[in-house]
């Protein structure tokens, strides 16, 4: 007894206390090593680059000064920290900077197009206007993208309620039906997601409109638009129907629920938010194509609203072709058209996050107060009844 | 004793335990419904197939008409005397595509890297929208900003490596020269342009792969004492390894047919070289989309020379999709559980 307490005595000195190991903290050694090595880069990026070496060109100044602040950084870490830390602290800087590079490109394209298309766009004639009246002397006031604009949403519409059924319905083969025989249409599928996009407008042109003679005009684009985001809505929604939990389907069927009962009932309310995000989204890539409609929609300078009738211009095109023009004019007019365009994308690219992004089943702010709500007025209803019966009781007494 | 010793050891004969065949009878309104789907899923084997066959119809008449030597002819002369082959379109559009994979791989797995495991949780959520966005900007906007913002800022970079770099085969330049105009319109340039591109595809794909690395692996490389990067090493990019292979094959595709873009940058060549940087490229994409309005009637030899070589690149690009996707699919992740 004696011998076993001053064992533990002499063997036992004061644990250290656990502290949990901290492994995200900015300290002031790695702040201050990463500005110096940027500071430190930028002025020996001058010296070399503009005073020693014969360079030029901004976007050399930038590539040689990342180039620098590597070598830097790795240096000063390499002062004070060892081997191992080293290599760590380089690969968080090295791809945190790629992550910044892929936020600078996206804000770069979007606000170069923007900046350089309010040129046009500060006249709103622009939007009102099309190009018939437009010569290649007309001044910038002249010409707009009205008809563009109406091609655009035509064809993007008619693509859309063409590709999304068929899309749909083959995403819920894969999710749904699949077993082994569904291996090689999702793999498939996911070839045909990279299909290069001329090669939808070559199609159309071969079988449409050289086979069948239907004429240049913009439902031939709708459907060569529809072949480019068919094989999007179907990998998108497959991926969002993947995730509505099994479990649901299986209280369906210990209902009596048959398959396309569950589908129609429970599959595809709960995913519905998350179909309508990879429709938008898909919505997006297509109306950006310029492609395919190339080949197929023809090129009017005036307004046409008949998509099945006529040539018909969309905004893709309309950039194309007055890119292309060797009139100085034009060239703003494509940046008028560029901001419109990247608008729409943007605008929907907004909405899809808006009403999805989440996971099914997950609300969004407006469902989830609008829940709360009922549920408040729920609690007063009973709490009226409760008093309600009480005083009921207390009548009878 | 020895009987109920006996008993013991044999327990009364039971019927053979055999598995139960579990069959599912299908109401008929369940059989039309997976009728239903099982034809729309096919349905795209029908489309690719319907692609083949009229691009094929179509392009017999060039392919008739030039023999093998389409594949060995370098102009594109569709008027008589008609002379037109795929010998410099396509290797450029392939050095065009090898170009922008260069830059768009590391690139992307660096973005997918830092989105899946530096990013805090709640940049990851607006850096994958960044992402989905770049993916979403029109290729004719990457076009535009190509042509009139990148091509004048890139050219001082460019003749710097011509001028300095020239030893290097692939950056040797014709003559010693800081003109501008001989550096536009390059293969280079363009390659650049449609590396843009071609991030947003690889760094999506791998992404979903690397956050599917299983969280005990990750924990027990820490566990064992490994930095972030001895994880990310150890465990991460081997998990995504297939995911990444397969990701740079579907770019591979994507670069292959970009059209617009490099229609716009490029100044069209037809005499093949390895001078990345000397001004002038081409591609079969943008052939067809430059070529294509001299030839309204259908029965042309022109329209049918076009046909034909996107015919080729139809065929190359579903080869090199094909293979990517299988490779994805096989994966150990596989895509097939993504988020």
């Known amino acids: ?397 | 004793m020895p009987a109920e010793a006996n008993t013991r050891i044999m327990p009364p004969a039971l019927p053979e335990d055999t598995p139960r065949a579990i069959v599912a009878h299908h109401s008929t309104g369940d059989r039309i419904f997976r009728g239903t789907l099982r034809a729309s899923g096919w349905s795209v084997f029908v489309i690719t197939g319907l692609i083949l066959a009229f691009l094929i119809a179509r392009a017999a008449k060039a392919f008739r008409f030039m023999g093998v030597q389409f594949l060995t002819t370098s102009s594109w002369v569709t008027l008589s005397p008609q002379h037109f082959g795929i010998a410099a379109i396509l290797p450029f559009g392939i050095m065009i595509a090898l170009i922008a994979l260069i830059i768009a791989v590391p690139t992307g797995i660096a973005i997918a890297l830092y989105i899946s495991e530096y990013a805090p949780p709640r940049l990851k959520r607006s850096l994958i929208a960044v992402i989905d966005l770049m993916a979403a900007i029109p290729s004719i906007i990457f076009g535009l900003w190509g042509l009139l913002f990148l091509e004048p800022r890139i050219i001082g970079f460019d003749s710097w490596l011509g001028r300095h770099l020239g030893w290097i085969p692939v950056f040797n330049f014709r003559q010693n020269t800081s003109v501008a105009a001989d550096y536009a319109g390059s293969t280079f340039i363009a390659g650049v342009v449609v590396s843009l591109m071609v991030i947003p595809i690889v760094t999506s794909l791998s992404r979903q792969v690397f956050s599917q690395a299983p969280q005990g692996e990750r924990e027990g490389a820490y566990a064992l004492g490994a930095t972030r990067w001895g994880m990310v090493r150890t465990v991460v990019l081997p998990f995504g390894r297939a995911g990444v292979i397969g990701a740079t094959m579907l770019g591979l595709g994507r670069a292959l047919g970009e059209t617009i873009a490099v229609t716009l940058i490029i100044t069209p060549a037809w005499d093949f070289n390895f001078r990345v940087l000397q001004a002038g490229s081409n591609s079969i994409a943008s052939r067809i989309a430059v070529d294509f309005p001299s030839f309204p009637q259908g029965g042309s030899m022109g329209l049918s020379a076009l046909m034909a070589a996107g015919l080729v690149l139809f065929a190359m690009t579903l080869i090199v999709n094909t293979i990517g996707a299988i490779v994805i699919g096989r994966s150990r992740s596989g895509l097939a559980t993504a988020d």
């Open chain 1, 1 to 397: 007894m004696a011998a076993d307490t001053e064992t533990t005595q002499t063997a036992a000195p004061e644990p250290a206390a656990d502290t949990p190991l901290r492994l995200r903290t900015v300290t002031a050694e790695g702040v201050l090593t990463l500005a110096g090595a940027a500071a430190g880069a930028l002025g020996l990026d001058w010296v070399l680059y503009e005073r020693v070496l014969p360079f030029s060109g901004v976007l050399g100044f930038w590539v040689s000064w990342y180039a620098l602040f590597l070598v830097l950084y790795t240096a000063v870490a390499a002062l004070q920290w060892d081997k191992l830390s080293v290599r760590d602290k380089f690969c968080s800087v090295a791809f945190t900077t790629g992550g910044l590079l892929a936020t600078a490109i996206v804000i770069d394209q979007v606000a170069y197009t923007l900046v350089r298309g309010w040129a046009a766009v500060k006249f709103p004639r622009f939007f009102t206007q099309t190009m018939a009246d437009e010569g290649p002397l007309s001044p910038i006031q002249v010409g707009g993208v009205a008809h563009a604009l109406v091609g655009t949403l035509e064809q993007i519409l008619l693509g859309t309620a063409l590709a999304v059924p068929l899309g749909l319905l083959a995403a819920l083969y894969l999710a749904e039906v699949g077993g082994r025989a569904a291996r090689p249409v999702r793999t498939l599928v996911d070839a045909m997601t990279a299909l290069p996009d001329i090669i939808a407008g070559l199609f159309i042109l071969a079988f449409c409109v050289l086979t069948l003679g239907l004429p240049k005009s913009g439902f031939a684009a709708s459907l060569a638009l529809a072949i480019t985001m068919l094989p999007i809505v179907t990998r998108a929604s497959e991926a969002v129907l993947r995730i509505v939990p099994g479990t649901l389907r299986e209280a369906s069927y210990a209902l009596g629920g048959s398959q396309w009962r569950t589908v129609l009932n429970v599959v595809l309310p709960t995913a519905r938010s998350g179909l309508a995000t990879a429709v938008v989204l898909a919505m997006a890539r297509g109306i950006g194509e310029t492609a395919p409609v190339l080949l197929v929609a023809g090129y009017a300078r005036g307004m046409n609203t008949n998509p099945f009738h006529g040539w018909q211009t969309s905004l893709p095109l309309y950039i194309y072709y007055e890119v292309t023009s060797p009139v100085p004019d034009d060239k703003i007019r494509a940046f008028g058209g560029g901001f419109a365009l990247v608008l729409l994308v943007l605008v929907l690219f907004t909405i899809a996050r808006r009403i999805g992004g989440g996971a099914p089943g997950e609300l969004t702010r407006r469902q989830r107060r609008r829940l709360e709500k009922q549920d408040a007025a729920r609690q007063i209803e009973a709490g009226q009844r409760l008093t309600n019966s009480g005083a009921a009781e207390g009548a009878e007494a």
